[in-house]
C-alpha cells in the first residue's frame, strides 16, 4: 500500500469515528431496544444479536398441560394444598363462608372452627368468611359439617385457580418500578398474576396495583396478559393503549395464590374502583364463593371476560367464564381457526387471536410467543373497556351487541367454538414483526 493511499485511509477512519460519537451523542437518550444484524457492535460497544428482541421458540398444543401443572402444584406444595373429590386443587383446612348467618358462624367456633379472616364487598353486598377446620377434621369432612349445620347457608372449599395459556417464560431480573403516567381515558381491569411495571411496553401507562401487601411480585402470565390489554411500544399495541390499568395480582409468588377468596377480594376492589370491564385470564372448577361475586358484579353492570381454557372441546366447562353473564373468549389461529385445545360450549361468547402472536416478556428477550385464550380474553376484555369505562347495565348490554355487529362469522349461527364470532384479529403481534 502507498504512503498516499494509507494517509486516505486513515483519514476516512477518523471520520468515521467522529461520525460515530457524534451519532452516539445523539441516539444515547432516549435507548432504544432496536434489533441490529446479527454480529453488529451496536453504540455502547456490546455485539447485540438479531433475535435479542423476540425468543423465537414456538408453543404447541397446550391439552394437558393445565392438569400436569395442577399435579405438580400438588405434590410440591402438599402440607398447604390438596385435592378436593374432582381433584382441583384447594387450600388445605380452609373453607369460605359467604354472608354467613351469625348465629350459624358462633356455631361454628364452638365446634373448634377459627376465623383466618374477613371481607366485606360493600358494593356488592356480599361478605366472605375464611374459616380453619379444627385439626381432628379433614377439609372435606368440615366442609360437610358446615353444610349439615347450616342448610341454608353456602359453604364451599377454598379453590386455586390456574392460568389458561402458555406464557413467556421468565427471563433475567424483572424491573419493578411502578408506572404512573398519564393514560388516557377509560380504565380495564385485570386479575392475574404480578405485572412487571418496568417494561418498556408500560412506559406511558398509567397502572393501579392491588394486592400483595403493596409489595411487587412481576409474573410471566400476568405482564403477557396486561401487555395485550394496555401496552405499546414502537413494535406493539396492545389492545387499549392509553387506558388506565386496575390490576390485582392474586398470586404474591404464594403457593396458595390464585385461590377464591383472593379473587374475590380482587373483585371486590374492582367493584369499589368502577371498573367497568376486567379481564380474567384463570381458570378452575365452580366454587360458591365465585359464583356470588361474579353475579353480583353482573348484576351491577360490569363486564368480566374470562378466558376458556384449554383442556380441549370434550372437556367440561371451566369457570368464572361458564358462569352466566360471563364473557367467555375461545381461542383462534392466524387463519382464524379455534385452536384444538380451546374450550367449546355455550359459554364461549366470543374469539379472538390466541397463537402464533407476540406479546411482552419479562428479562431478556423483552417479547416472546405466546398461545392460549389467557391471551384471547384481553383482547376482548380491552375492545369492550372502549365502550364501557365504568359499570352500567344498559351500557354493557350495548357493549356487547356492538362487539357482536362487528364479529366475523359464518351465518348468523352461534358457534360453540367462536360464540357469536371471531374479534380483534387485527390485534394479533405477528412475530414476522420483530425480524
Same mark, same amino acid.
Given at each position: 500500500m502507498n504512503s498516499v493511499h494509507l494517509r486516505r485511509t486513515r483519514l476516512a477512519c477518523l471520520l468515521l469515528l467522529c461520525w460515530a460519537g457524534a451519532a452516539q451523542a445523539q441516539l444515547r437518550l432516549p435507548s432504544l431496544n432496536l434489533p441490529q444484524p446479527a454480529g453488529v457492535v451496536g453504540l455502547d460497544g456490546l455485539a447485540r444479536p438479531a433475535e435479542r428482541l423476540i425468543e423465537r421458540s414456538v408453543p404447541g398444543d397446550l391439552r394437558g398441560l393445565r392438569l400436569d401443572s395442577v399435579a405438580r402444584l400438588l405434590q410440591r406444595h402438599g402440607a398447604l394444598l390438596e385435592a378436593d373429590p374432582r381433584g382441583a386443587p384447594v387450600v388445605r383446612r380452609e373453607i369460605l363462608a359467604n354472608s354467613p348467618d351469625p +348465629? =350459624?358462624? *358462633? !356455631? =361454628?367456633?364452638?365446634?373448634?372452627?377459627?376465623v383466618v379472616r374477613e371481607e366485606r364487598y360493600e358494593e356488592l353486598g356480599e361478605s366472605l368468611v375464611v374459616l *380453619? =377446620?379444627?385439626?381432628?377434621?379433614? !377439609?372435606? +369432612?368440615?366442609?360437610? *359439617?358446615? *353444610?349439615?349445620l347450616d342448610p341454608e347457608g353456602s359453604y364451599d372449599f377454598n379453590h386455586v385457580y390456574t392460568g389458561s395459556g402458555a406464557p413467556p417464560p421468565a427471563g433475567g431480573a424483572a424491573g419493578q418500578a411502578a408506572r404512573g403516567g398519564p393514560g388516557g381515558s377509560g380504565a380495564v381491569g385485570l386479575v392475574d398474576s404480578g405485572v412487571d411495571t418496568g417494561h418498556p411496553v408500560f412506559e406511558d401507562a398509567a397502572i393501579e396495583s392491588f394486592g400483595c401487601d403493596g409489595t411487587r411480585h412481576p409474573a410471566p402470565h400476568g405482564t403477557a396478559v396486561a401487555a395485550l390489554l394496555v401496552g405499546r411500544s414502537d413494535r406493539f399495541a396492545g389492545a387499549a393503549p392509553g387506558t388506565r390499568l386496575f390490576a390485582a395480582d392474586v398470586y404474591c409468588d404464594s403457593p396458595t395464590g390464585g385461590s377464591a377468596d383472593k379473587i374475590a377480594g380482587a373483585l371486590g376492589w374492582m367493584a369499589r374502583s368502577g371498573v367497568g370491564v376486567v379481564n380474567i385470564s384463570l381458570v378452575g372448577p365452580p366454587n360458591a364463593t365465585l359464583a356470588r361475586v361474579v353475579a353480583a358484579m353482573v348484576a351491577r353492570g360490569h363486564l368480566l371476560v374470562a378466558a376458556v381454557g384449554n383442556d380441549g372441546p370434550a372437556a367440561p366447562p371451566l369457570y368464572p367464564a361458564s358462569y352466566p353473564g360471563v364473557v367467555g373468549v375461545g381461542g383462534v389461529d392466524r387463519q382464524g381457526r379455534p385452536l384444538p385445545e380451546a374450550g367449546r360450549g355455550p359459554q364461549v361468547m366470543f374469539a379472538a387471536p390466541g397463537s402464533q402472536m407476540v406479546s411482552a416478556a419479562i428479562g431478556t428477550p423483552p417479547y416472546r410467543q405466546v398461545r392460549g385464550t389467557s391471551f384471547a380474553a384481553p383482547l376482548v376484555a380491552g375492545l369492550l373497556s372502549k365502550s364501557l369505562p365504568r359499570p352500567d347495565r344498559a351500557g354493557a348490554a350495548r357493549a356487547i351487541a356492538a362487539l357482536t355487529a362487528q364479529a366475523v362469522r359464518e351465518g348468523d349461527r352461534i358457534s360453540n367454538a367462536t360464540g357469536h364470532g371471531v374479534v380483534g384479529a387485527a390485534l394479533r403481534i405477528d412475530p414476522a414483526r420483530f425480524r
Open positions: +348465629e =350459624a358462624l *358462633r !356455631t =361454628a367456633l364452638g365446634l373448634g372452627f377459627q *380453619r =377446620a379444627p385439626a381432628h377434621l379433614a !377439609t372435606g +369432612e368440615a366442609l360437610a *359439617r358446615l *353444610r349439615a
